[in-house]
């Protein structure tokens, strides 16, 4: 699927957000890891992107399943993989599943509430406590929920098929059985951490993240329309 959606450039905004202190905060956690310390910290660099892309190429479910490089990771690809994240995207789908996760990892554990993780399917699906092998997953950072009103477990429960609360360890249904229609944009991330999860709880590495614009189909209408 080929194609653009435009928008419009945002500043920085929370441009004092502190990646640095982040950085060196999780610096230590890094140095077990087997992969380089540099890309590792890259990753975080990138999770933690502010800045809202002013246009975003189409990309469909099936083709965010299919890019490469994939699993394993392998630091000769780094160049290419680089070259994606680059990319900001708009992927069409079905809101399935939305999950807040708690104890923030990517915030050295520093707040309670963390990402929101909104996993993505091509077309509606009515059994959503299984399938996650099949969805791509999206996410929304803190700095981004805190910029918009109904970017929270609240506001997207009624659009999801099925909600996990991380906070409470609690699952159920969510407002919309089948899910939403809706188009998320944002940066292409290769969460390479995750390779093991693959064909288990997702269906690539590959995610959507942070998600910078979010739109809900009016079938009224017959448009997508901003989430405030």
């Not at 809202?52 to 290419?80: D, H």
């Not at 680059?86 to 990892?105: C, F, H, M, N, T």
């Not at 059985?177 to 390479?192: E, M, Q």
């Given at each position: 699927?080929?194609?653009?959606?435009?928008?419009?450039?945002?500043?920085?905004?929370?441009?004092?957000?502190?990646?640095?202190?982040?950085?060196?905060?999780?610096?230590?956690?890094?140095?077990?890891?087997?992969?380089?310390?540099?890309?590792?910290?890259?990753?975080w660099?990138?999770?933690?992107?502010?800045?809202?892309?002013?246009?975003?190429?189409?990309?469909?479910?099936?083709?965010?399943?299919?890019?490469?490089?994939?699993?394993?990771?392998?630091?000769?690809?780094?160049?290419?993989i680089?070259?994606?994240?680059?990319?900001?995207?708009?992927?069409?789908?079905?809101?399935?599943?939305?999950?807040?996760?708690?104890?923030?990892?990517t915030?050295?554990?520093?707040?309670?509430?963390?990402?929101?993780?909104?996993?993505?399917?091509?077309?509606?699906?009515?059994?959503?406590?299984?399938?996650?092998?099949?969805?791509v997953?999206?996410?929304?950072?803190?700095?981004?929920?805190?910029?918009?009103?109904?970017?929270?477990?609240?506001?997207?429960?009624?659009?999801?098929?099925?909600?996990?609360?991380?906070?409470?360890?609690?699952?159920?249904?969510?407002?919309?059985?089948?899910?939403?229609?809706?188009?998320?944009?944002?940066?292409?991330?290769?969460?390479?951490?995750?390779?093991?999860?693959?064909?288990?709880?997702?269906?690539?590495?590959?995610?959507?993240?942070?998600?910078?614009?979010?739109?809900?189909?009016?079938?009224?209408?017959?448009?997508?329309?901003?989430?405030?």
């Open positions: 699927m080929q194609g653009e959606v435009r928008g419009r450039t945002k500043g920085r905004g929370a441009a004092g957000w502190p990646q640095a202190l982040i950085a060196l905060a999780i610096s230590g956690v890094l140095a077990g890891c087997h992969y380089s310390v540099v890309k590792r910290l890259d990753l660099r990138k999770k933690l992107r502010l800045h809202t892309p002013s246009s975003y190429g189409s990309i469909s479910v099936e083709q965010m399943i299919a890019l490469q490089p994939g699993c394993p990771f392998k630091q000769s690809e780094v160049a290419e680089d070259r994606q994240e680059r990319r900001s995207v708009a992927l069409e789908g079905y809101l399935i599943r939305v999950e807040q996760l708690a104890d923030g990892k915030y050295a554990h520093l707040l309670r509430r963390g990402d929101i993780h909104l996993e993505i399917a091509p077309a509606p699906d009515f059994t959503p406590e299984g399938g996650s092998a099949q969805r997953i999206c996410e929304i950072t803190v700095p981004f929920q805190w910029r918009r009103q109904r970017w929270n477990l609240e506001g997207l429960a009624p659009l999801a098929a099925w909600v996990t609360d991380g906070l409470t360890g609690s699952s159920y249904p969510g407002g919309t059985p089948g899910g939403t229609r809706v188009r998320i944009s944002g940066y292409l991330l290769d969460d390479f951490v995750h390779c093991e999860a693959v064909g288990r709880s997702r269906a690539t590495v590959w995610e959507i993240h942070p998600i910078t614009r979010l739109e809900v189909w009016n079938d009224r209408a017959k448009r997508f329309e901003a989430m405030p």
